[in-house]
Protein backbone atom coordinates (compact mmCIF):
# COMPACT_ATOMS: atom_id res chain seq x y z
CA UNK A 1 0.00 0.00 0.00
CA UNK A 2 1.43 3.75 -1.17
CA UNK A 3 1.70 5.90 2.14
CA UNK A 4 1.05 9.18 -0.40
CA UNK A 5 -1.48 8.81 -3.03
CA UNK A 6 -1.08 11.70 -5.45
CA UNK A 7 -2.90 10.74 -8.38
CA UNK A 8 -5.70 8.28 -9.40
CA UNK A 9 -3.30 5.34 -10.65
CA UNK A 10 -1.30 5.12 -7.82
CA UNK A 11 -4.90 4.68 -5.81
CA UNK A 12 -4.52 0.90 -5.35
CA UNK A 13 -6.95 0.59 -2.30
CA UNK A 14 -10.38 0.19 -1.50
CA UNK A 15 -12.57 1.25 1.42
CA UNK A 16 -13.36 -2.16 2.03
CA UNK A 17 -9.57 -2.86 2.52
CA UNK A 18 -8.90 -0.06 5.22
CA UNK A 19 -8.87 -0.22 8.81
CA UNK A 20 -11.58 1.52 10.17
CA UNK A 21 -11.15 4.17 12.98
CA UNK A 22 -13.94 4.99 15.16
CA UNK A 23 -15.57 8.68 14.47
CA UNK A 24 -14.61 11.09 16.90
CA UNK A 25 -18.00 12.29 18.70
CA UNK A 26 -17.18 15.33 20.63
CA UNK A 27 -16.76 18.95 19.82
CA UNK A 28 -14.45 21.70 21.21
CA UNK A 29 -14.92 25.67 20.52
CA UNK A 30 -13.18 28.34 21.56
CA UNK A 31 -14.90 31.17 23.17
CA UNK A 32 -14.44 34.15 20.49
CA UNK A 33 -14.14 37.46 22.94
CA UNK A 34 -10.83 37.98 21.45
CA UNK A 35 -11.43 37.36 17.83
CA UNK A 36 -10.37 40.25 15.59
CA UNK A 37 -9.65 40.91 12.09
CA UNK A 38 -6.46 42.57 12.51
CA UNK A 39 -3.94 40.94 10.55
CA UNK A 40 -4.63 40.34 6.88
CA UNK A 41 -3.09 36.56 6.40
CA UNK A 42 -5.52 35.55 3.69
CA UNK A 43 -7.55 36.97 0.77
CA UNK A 44 -10.85 36.86 2.54
CA UNK A 45 -9.56 39.34 5.13
CA UNK A 46 -9.87 42.45 2.82
CA UNK A 47 -12.37 44.57 1.41
CA UNK A 48 -12.57 45.56 -2.03
CA UNK A 49 -10.63 48.22 -1.69
CA UNK A 50 -7.76 46.79 0.36
CA UNK A 51 -8.88 47.89 3.64
CA UNK A 52 -9.69 45.08 6.76
CA UNK A 53 -13.00 44.10 7.68
CA UNK A 54 -15.02 45.83 10.18
CA UNK A 55 -16.08 43.45 13.11
CA UNK A 56 -18.82 43.62 14.48
CA UNK A 57 -18.05 41.69 17.75
CA UNK A 58 -21.72 41.68 19.41
CA UNK A 59 -22.85 40.01 16.41
CA UNK A 60 -19.78 37.77 16.07
CA UNK A 61 -20.26 36.31 19.86
CA UNK A 62 -24.22 36.11 18.96
CA UNK A 63 -23.00 33.92 16.14
CA UNK A 64 -20.43 32.04 17.67
CA UNK A 65 -23.52 30.69 20.18
CA UNK A 66 -26.23 30.09 18.32
CA UNK A 67 -23.48 27.56 16.46
CA UNK A 68 -22.43 26.16 19.54
CA UNK A 69 -25.94 25.27 20.67
CA UNK A 70 -26.49 24.33 16.93
CA UNK A 71 -24.15 21.39 17.36
CA UNK A 72 -26.01 20.72 20.96
CA UNK A 73 -29.42 20.43 19.07
CA UNK A 74 -28.31 17.32 17.01
CA UNK A 75 -26.48 15.54 20.01
CA UNK A 76 -22.98 16.55 20.44
CA UNK A 77 -21.15 17.84 23.48
CA UNK A 78 -19.65 20.83 23.44
CA UNK A 79 -15.69 21.44 25.38
CA UNK A 80 -15.31 25.39 25.36
CA UNK A 81 -11.64 27.06 26.03
CA UNK A 82 -10.97 30.02 27.07
CA UNK A 83 -9.29 32.33 24.37
CA UNK A 84 -6.37 34.17 25.22
CA UNK A 85 -6.02 38.14 24.87
CA UNK A 86 -3.50 38.78 21.93
CA UNK A 87 -4.34 35.43 19.51
CA UNK A 88 -7.34 37.23 17.69
CA UNK A 89 -7.70 33.44 15.18
CA UNK A 90 -7.28 31.36 18.60
CA UNK A 91 -11.38 30.93 17.65
CA UNK A 92 -10.49 28.79 14.68
CA UNK A 93 -9.79 25.83 16.19
CA UNK A 94 -9.73 23.19 13.79
CA UNK A 95 -5.90 24.66 12.62
CA UNK A 96 -3.91 23.55 15.87
CA UNK A 97 -3.86 20.12 16.06
CA UNK A 98 -4.90 16.68 14.17
CA UNK A 99 -6.52 14.02 16.63
CA UNK A 100 -6.36 10.33 16.03
CA UNK A 101 -6.69 7.07 17.80
CA UNK A 102 -3.98 4.81 17.31
CA UNK A 103 -4.29 0.61 16.77
CA UNK A 104 -4.57 0.21 20.60
CA UNK A 105 -7.43 2.52 21.09
CA UNK A 106 -5.37 5.45 22.58
CA UNK A 107 -5.90 8.97 21.79
CA UNK A 108 -3.30 10.97 20.56
CA UNK A 109 -2.69 14.31 18.46
CA UNK A 110 0.47 15.87 16.11
CA UNK A 111 0.49 19.60 16.82
CA UNK A 112 0.52 22.06 14.27
CA UNK A 113 3.75 24.09 12.77
CA UNK A 114 1.34 26.89 11.97
CA UNK A 115 3.13 29.49 8.57
CA UNK A 116 2.00 32.37 10.72
CA UNK A 117 4.12 33.21 13.93
CA UNK A 118 1.01 34.53 15.49
CA UNK A 119 -1.23 31.64 14.68
CA UNK A 120 1.03 29.36 16.00
CA UNK A 121 1.41 30.72 19.19
CA UNK A 122 -2.55 29.24 19.68
CA UNK A 123 -1.12 25.94 19.72
CA UNK A 124 0.12 25.22 23.37
CA UNK A 125 -3.09 25.77 24.54
CA UNK A 126 -5.01 23.45 22.32
CA UNK A 127 -2.64 21.07 23.26
CA UNK A 128 -3.50 22.00 27.29
CA UNK A 129 -7.22 21.13 26.31
CA UNK A 130 -6.15 17.90 24.58
CA UNK A 131 -3.45 16.50 27.37
CA UNK A 132 -6.02 17.40 29.84
CA UNK A 133 -8.39 15.06 28.15
CA UNK A 134 -5.61 12.08 27.95
CA UNK A 135 -3.93 12.43 24.59
CA UNK A 136 -0.31 11.73 24.14
CA UNK A 137 0.69 15.15 21.77
CA UNK A 138 3.47 15.64 19.58
CA UNK A 139 5.26 17.04 16.73
CA UNK A 140 6.39 14.92 13.70
CA UNK A 141 9.05 17.89 12.28
CA UNK A 142 10.75 20.92 12.34
CA UNK A 143 8.91 23.89 11.90
CA UNK A 144 12.21 25.99 11.28
CA UNK A 145 12.77 23.68 8.24
CA UNK A 146 9.67 24.56 6.72
CA UNK A 147 7.39 21.96 7.43
CA UNK A 148 4.28 23.60 8.09
CA UNK A 149 1.45 21.48 8.98
CA UNK A 150 -1.70 23.34 9.81
CA UNK A 151 -4.18 20.41 10.83
CA UNK A 152 -7.49 19.90 10.56
CA UNK A 153 -7.37 23.01 7.73
CA UNK A 154 -5.75 20.59 5.70
CA UNK A 155 -5.65 16.86 6.89
CA UNK A 156 -8.88 15.43 7.01
CA UNK A 157 -9.98 12.11 7.93
CA UNK A 158 -12.29 9.64 5.56
CA UNK A 159 -15.00 9.15 7.99
CA UNK A 160 -14.92 6.04 9.86
CA UNK A 161 -11.43 4.84 7.86
CA UNK A 162 -7.66 5.15 8.89
CA UNK A 163 -7.44 7.31 5.72
CA UNK A 164 -6.29 10.93 5.18
CA UNK A 165 -6.60 13.54 2.58
CA UNK A 166 -4.41 16.29 2.63
CA UNK A 167 -4.29 19.59 1.23
CA UNK A 168 -0.90 21.54 0.69
CA UNK A 169 0.50 24.77 -1.42
CA UNK A 170 -0.67 27.70 0.69
CA UNK A 171 -0.20 26.51 4.55
CA UNK A 172 0.97 23.06 4.73
CA UNK A 173 4.31 21.65 3.08
CA UNK A 174 3.49 18.36 0.98
CA UNK A 175 6.65 16.91 2.81
CA UNK A 176 4.64 16.69 6.15
CA UNK A 177 2.49 13.95 4.69
CA UNK A 178 5.03 11.05 4.63
CA UNK A 179 5.72 11.62 8.13
CA UNK A 180 1.62 12.27 8.77
CA UNK A 181 1.18 8.71 6.82
CA UNK A 182 4.05 6.94 8.92
CA UNK A 183 2.73 8.28 12.41
CA UNK A 184 -0.86 7.98 12.02
CA UNK A 185 -0.29 4.25 10.11
CA UNK A 186 -2.55 5.61 7.70
CA UNK A 187 -2.31 6.12 3.80
CA UNK A 188 -2.77 10.09 2.67
CA UNK A 189 -4.38 11.34 -0.52
CA UNK A 190 -2.69 15.16 -1.66
CA UNK A 191 -4.14 17.22 -3.40
CA UNK A 192 -2.43 21.06 -4.30
CA UNK A 193 -4.28 23.46 -3.79
CA UNK A 194 -4.19 26.12 -6.73
CA UNK A 195 -6.65 29.00 -5.46
CA UNK A 196 -5.17 31.61 -3.24
CA UNK A 197 -8.81 31.56 -1.83
CA UNK A 198 -9.08 28.23 -0.94
CA UNK A 199 -5.86 27.89 0.92
CA UNK A 200 -6.93 25.69 3.22
CA UNK A 201 -8.19 21.70 1.83
CA UNK A 202 -11.16 22.60 4.21
CA UNK A 203 -12.45 26.02 2.49
CA UNK A 204 -13.11 23.48 -1.13
CA UNK A 205 -13.43 20.27 0.57
CA UNK A 206 -16.56 19.10 2.87
CA UNK A 207 -16.39 15.53 3.50
CA UNK A 208 -19.87 14.20 4.22
CA UNK A 209 -19.64 10.82 4.61
CA UNK A 210 -17.11 8.01 3.49
CA UNK A 211 -18.63 8.15 -0.13
CA UNK A 212 -19.76 11.69 -0.28
CA UNK A 213 -18.49 15.45 -0.64
CA UNK A 214 -18.92 18.68 -1.29
CA UNK A 215 -16.47 20.30 -3.54
CA UNK A 216 -15.27 23.44 -5.57
CA UNK A 217 -13.69 22.03 -8.46
CA UNK A 218 -11.54 25.82 -9.46
CA UNK A 219 -9.65 24.93 -6.20
CA UNK A 220 -8.30 21.90 -7.49
CA UNK A 221 -5.55 20.51 -10.42
CA UNK A 222 -7.09 18.45 -12.48
CA UNK A 223 -5.36 15.48 -11.47
CA UNK A 224 -7.01 16.13 -7.88
CA UNK A 225 -10.07 16.67 -9.21
CA UNK A 226 -9.81 13.11 -10.63
CA UNK A 227 -8.57 11.91 -7.54
CA UNK A 228 -11.50 13.29 -5.44
CA UNK A 229 -13.92 11.79 -7.62
CA UNK A 230 -12.49 8.78 -7.71
CA UNK A 231 -12.77 8.40 -3.51
CA UNK A 232 -15.90 9.92 -3.37
CA UNK A 233 -18.85 8.38 -5.70
CA UNK A 234 -21.00 11.24 -4.87
CA UNK A 235 -18.90 14.69 -5.43
CA UNK A 236 -21.40 17.51 -5.23
CA UNK A 237 -19.51 20.38 -7.28
CA UNK A 238 -20.05 23.66 -5.36
CA UNK A 239 -20.54 26.72 -7.84
CA UNK A 240 -17.31 28.48 -7.25
CA UNK A 241 -19.73 31.69 -6.30
CA UNK A 242 -20.67 29.66 -3.24
CA UNK A 243 -17.60 28.52 -2.17
CA UNK A 244 -15.99 32.02 -2.08
CA UNK A 245 -16.54 34.35 0.22
CA UNK A 246 -19.05 35.86 1.51
CA UNK A 247 -20.87 32.08 0.91
CA UNK A 248 -18.21 29.72 2.39
CA UNK A 249 -20.48 26.86 1.11
CA UNK A 250 -17.56 24.22 1.28
CA UNK A 251 -16.35 25.01 4.67
CA UNK A 252 -19.82 23.14 5.73
CA UNK A 253 -19.76 20.30 8.40
CA UNK A 254 -21.34 16.87 8.56
CA UNK A 255 -20.50 15.67 11.80
CA UNK A 256 -22.96 12.72 11.70
CA UNK A 257 -23.40 11.83 8.30
CA UNK A 258 -26.77 13.28 7.80
CA UNK A 259 -26.98 16.71 9.16
CA UNK A 260 -24.84 19.90 7.40
CA UNK A 261 -24.00 22.68 9.59
CA UNK A 262 -23.62 25.65 6.48
CA UNK A 263 -23.29 29.37 6.12
CA UNK A 264 -26.83 30.24 5.18
CA UNK A 265 -27.97 31.38 1.96
CA UNK A 266 -26.18 29.31 -0.42
CA UNK A 267 -29.02 27.96 -2.09
CA UNK A 268 -27.68 26.02 -5.18
CA UNK A 269 -25.71 24.24 -2.32
CA UNK A 270 -28.75 23.67 -0.35
CA UNK A 271 -30.47 21.83 -3.33
CA UNK A 272 -27.32 19.38 -3.75
CA UNK A 273 -27.73 18.73 -0.45
CA UNK A 274 -31.42 18.04 0.13
CA UNK A 275 -31.67 16.10 -3.53
CA UNK A 276 -29.28 13.59 -2.01
CA UNK A 277 -30.78 13.14 1.33
CA UNK A 278 -28.92 15.39 3.85
CA UNK A 279 -30.68 17.74 6.43
CA UNK A 280 -28.81 21.32 5.93
CA UNK A 281 -28.82 23.29 8.86
CA UNK A 282 -28.75 26.78 8.32
CA UNK A 283 -26.31 29.20 10.74
CA UNK A 284 -25.06 32.82 10.06
CA UNK A 285 -21.44 32.68 10.43
CA UNK A 286 -20.45 36.21 8.07
CA UNK A 287 -18.83 37.94 11.06
CA UNK A 288 -16.10 34.80 11.08
CA UNK A 289 -15.86 34.80 7.01
CA UNK A 290 -14.29 38.03 7.09
CA UNK A 291 -11.48 36.59 8.68
CA UNK A 292 -11.69 33.90 6.30
CA UNK A 293 -13.46 30.66 8.22
CA UNK A 294 -16.88 30.01 8.93
CA UNK A 295 -18.46 26.45 10.77
CA UNK A 296 -15.73 23.86 10.17
CA UNK A 297 -12.64 26.37 10.93
CA UNK A 298 -14.95 26.93 14.20
CA UNK A 299 -14.71 23.44 16.06
CA UNK A 300 -12.33 20.96 16.44
CA UNK A 301 -13.77 16.74 16.50
CA UNK A 302 -12.01 14.84 18.85
CA UNK A 303 -12.47 11.47 20.42
Known sequence: MRKVIRNVSELSISKESLSSMPKPQKVMMVNPAFFNV??????????EDGSLHILDKNKAIEQWQNLKKTYESIGFNVFVVDPV?????MVFCANQSFPYLDSC???????????????????PYINS???????????????????????????????GYRFILGGHG??????????????????????????AKFYHLDTCLSILNANSALACKE???????????????????????????PGF???????????????????N??????DNNFIPLEVDTSEFIKSGGSVFCMKLMFF
Open 249 to 267: ACNAHCPDGKHVIIQKGCE
Open 105 to 123: GNFHAVLSNMRNDIRNEEV
Open 38 to 47: DNPINAHMLR
Open 85 to 89: NGLPD
Open 219 to 245: AFTEEGLLLLKAIFPQLLEVPLAEADS
Open 170 to 195: FRTDKRIYNLLSEVTNSPVAIFELKH
Open 129 to 159: FLTAHGYSSHRIASRTMGYFFESMGDALWLP
Open 269 to 274: TLKLLK
